[in-house]
C-alpha cells in the first residue's frame, strides 16, 4: 500500500532499544482510540487500543499511554526489531449516532540493525 | 480465513474511465468500511455498511464515488467518470462490530491510478 509518504515525521531507532511513537488527538469526546502499523504494500493492521477511561493499556512488547488533559496518545514499543520498521497511525473513534474514525498522519520508523 | 480480498490489486486507467473496485469482507463480519489513502491526506473513511446497508457516506468526495454492497460477501466503489485527483490507495476493511475491541481488518488496498 502506499502510505503517507515522503512528508511524514521519521523515527530511526537501533535494535533493541525502545520506540515511542507519538500522536496528538483532536476531539476530547473521542471514546477510544487505536494504534495500526502499515508495512509497505500492506494495509494497516491493528496494534492495539485503549478507552478514553483508560491511561495505559500493555499489549505484547507494545503499551498504549493516554493522556486526555494535554489530548495525547503515545505507543511504546520494546525491544523494537527489524519487523517492527513501518509506518504507524493513531486513530480517534468518535460516537456520533454511528461511530467516527479519524486517523492520524503517521510516523515512519526504521528500525537499524 | 483468507482475510479481506480486494480486487484488482492495481488499476491503471484514463481520466473519464470507469474504474470499480472490488471488495470481499471476511466472513461473518457485518460492518465494511471503504477508505482512501493520499499522501496529501492520508487515510480517510469514504462510507461504511452495517448488515449491508451504508449507515455513513458523509465521506464520500462526490456524485462521481458510489459504493454498493448487493450481500453480505462483496461491495464495490465505482468512480465515474475518474479523474487523475482520484489516484490513490483504496482500502477494504471489515469487522463484527463497531464498538471497543470491534477490530477492523484491512484488505491489501486497490492502487488506482488515473491518467
Known amino acids: 500500500g502506499e502510505s503517507v509518504g515522503l512528508h511524514l515525521p521519521t523515527l530511526s531507532v537501533q535494535e533493541g532499544d525502545n520506540s515511542i511513537i507519538n500522536c496528538a488527538y483532536s476531539n476530547s469526546a473521542s471514546d477510544y482510540f487505536i494504534w495500526y502499523k502499515q508495512e509497505s504494500g500492506k494495509g494497516p493492521q491493528f496494534i492495539i487500543d485503549?478507552?478514553?477511561?483508560?491511561d495505559k493499556r500493555q499489549g505484547q512488547r507494545v503499551t498504549v499511554l493516554l493522556n486526555k488533559t494535554v489530548k495525547h496518545l503515545s505507543l511504546q514499543i520494546a525491544a523494537t526489531q527489524p519487523g517492527d520498521s513501518a509506518v504507524y497511525f493513531c486513530?480517534?473513534?468518535?460516537?456520533?449516532?454511528?461511530?467516527?474514525?479519524?486517523f492520524g498522519a503517521g510516523t515512519r520508523l526504521f528500525v537499524k540493525a | 480465513d483468507a482475510g479481506v480480498i480486494q480486487s484488482p490489486r492495481h488499476e491503471v486507467t484514463e481520466m473519464g474511465q470507469e474504474v470499480t473496485l472490488r471488495c470481499k469482507p471476511i466472513s461473518g463480519h457485518d460492518y465494511l468500511f471503504w477508505y482512501r489513502q493520499t499522501m496529501m491526506r492520508g487515510l480517510e473513511l469514504l462510507i461504511y455498511f452495517n448488515n449491508n446497508v451504508p449507515i455513513d457516506d458523509s465521506g464520500m468526495p462526490e456524485d462521481r464515488f458510489s459504493a454498493k454492497m448487493p450481500n453480505a460477501s462483496f461491495s464495490t466503489l465505482k468512480i465515474q467518470p475518474s479523474e487523475p485527483r482520484d489516484s490513490a490507495v483504496y482500502f477494504c476493511?471489515?469487522?463484527?462490530?463497531?464498538?471497543?475491541?470491534?477490530?477492523?481488518?484491512f484488505g491489501p488496498g486497490t492502487r488506482l491510478t488515473v491518467l
Open positions: 486513530a480517534e473513534i468518535l460516537r456520533t449516532g454511528g461511530f467516527k474514525t479519524i
Open positions: 476493511a471489515s469487522s463484527r462490530g463497531q464498538g471497543f475491541a470491534d477490530t477492523q481488518y
Open positions: 485503549i478507552r478514553s477511561n483508560m
